[in-house]
């Protein structure tokens, strides 16, 4: 290569790198334009403790999360809702920041799928953070998932918008007639219009069961099992003749309704549209003196309608012991309230959940929804009298024939007179 030709393939290196250095810079400036510059929080000087109500909207569903007393969800009759959930959302949301920005026009928000909702496909879901007067302090129309590539190949195939990966932020807009999108880093994937994802899910929990009873509609289903201690083998109460429990099937039952859960809620006026007018009636008695009364609904696709109601015999005060030492019983004291105010808060607390109606997954009632001949030993089968014995594996032994006895010898028969002569000695006259 000589000298004019290096000079040329040196100029030509220049002028594309010139090219392509202002393509990026081109790009890069349209998505650093618009009213939200990257850096700044998208949602500007946000008073969070302003917020009152929120609404989370896409196509025909939504839910309002009010703040009353407490935090509530309206879609699920002012069930309490998750406390924690919703507060370090709007905390979050407060200080969202813009990774990219670009100024867009009404046609380009499909590719976005940051349309309104209601305006068909490739719509987006609407936050709106509300005062209390019900007054939007911000509207946000929550468009597609940015999608961060992965290097290396899915044998899954591409996944998601961007071709694969997985969600690293989300594409956004301020107002609902703005003209600037923006991307932040967080993809918010838990901001949806589903009202059961929201509730407080505290629930009961039943600890050192004591006893359990099920009561069914077909009286001879119903059972009632004691123990005498949390160790305890546990025992069939009013036992009929034969009946033995097995305990590989009542072992389940050591931990019953021990940390249930639930899908969703309804209110307690439904009750006999899931069968609750006419329920199996479950009873957990504990060691602490707590009394969980179960009211059980129809199945319906996995899912049993259920309500409970809580009582306690909690003492107030301890009863003192024989010749008690003052010194010792200010400490005794001290420990019963210490042990006495837990199993009070616990009362208070799920309290709370009567006079609800909860959609729980089979598999939380499963162990207690048992007939009674399903928790028994199985019974062997005894012959019956006019069986006949099962024949032998072993053939019997035979009885021996006894041999014929042998045939007496015929008595010796005096010989012939010609004989007898002939057989005399010499000299015989």
Known sequence: ????????????????????LMIY?????????????????????????????????????????????????????????NYGEISGFIIKAADLKCAQTEDISRSQLARYKLLPPGSGTNTATLLELRDQNGKAIRSILLGKSHMH???????????????????????VMVGTDAKTVSLVTDPLSNIEPLPGNWLNKDFFKVEKVRSISVTYP??????????????????????KPGEQLDSSKTSMLNNALNSPSFNDVAAASKAPEFGLDKPTLATLDTFDNFTYTVKIGQKTNDIIPMMVSVTAKLPKERTPGKDEKPDDKTKLDKEFKDKQKPLEDKLAQEKNCE????????????PVLKERNQLLAEKKEEPKKDDKPAASATPPTPTPI???????????????????AATKPPGAK
Not at 154 to 160: K, L, N, Q
Not at 219 to 237: F, P, Y
């Open 1 to 20: 290569m000589n000298l004019k030709q290096l000079l040329i393939l040196i100029v030509l290196v220049v002028v594309l790198g010139g090219a392509g």
């Open 218 to 239: 077909v009286a001879t289903n119903s059972w009632k099992i004691t123990r005498d201690t949390e160790a305890g083998e546990w025992k069939l109460a009013e036992a």
């Open 355 to 366: 006079n609800w109606i909860y959609l729980v997954s089979s598999w939380t009632l499963d």
């Open 149 to 171: 590539k992965s290097n290396r190949p899915s044998p899954m195939g591409e996944m998601g918008d961007e071709g694969g990966g997985w969600p690293d932020g989300r594409y």
């Open 25 to 81: 810079r081109s790009n890069q400036s349209s998505w650093e334009t618009g009213n939200q510059g990257v850096g700044q929080k998208l949602l500007g000087k946000l008073a969070v403790n302003d917020v009152a109500a929120i609404l989370i909207k896409s196509g025909t569903n939504e839910v309002n999360l009010v703040k009353k007393d407490q935090w509530r969800v309206k879609e699920r009759n002012d069930y309490p809702a």
């Open 402 to 420: 006894p041999a014929p006895a042998p045939a007496p010898a015929p008595p010796p028969t005096s010989p012939p007179a010609s004989d007898t």
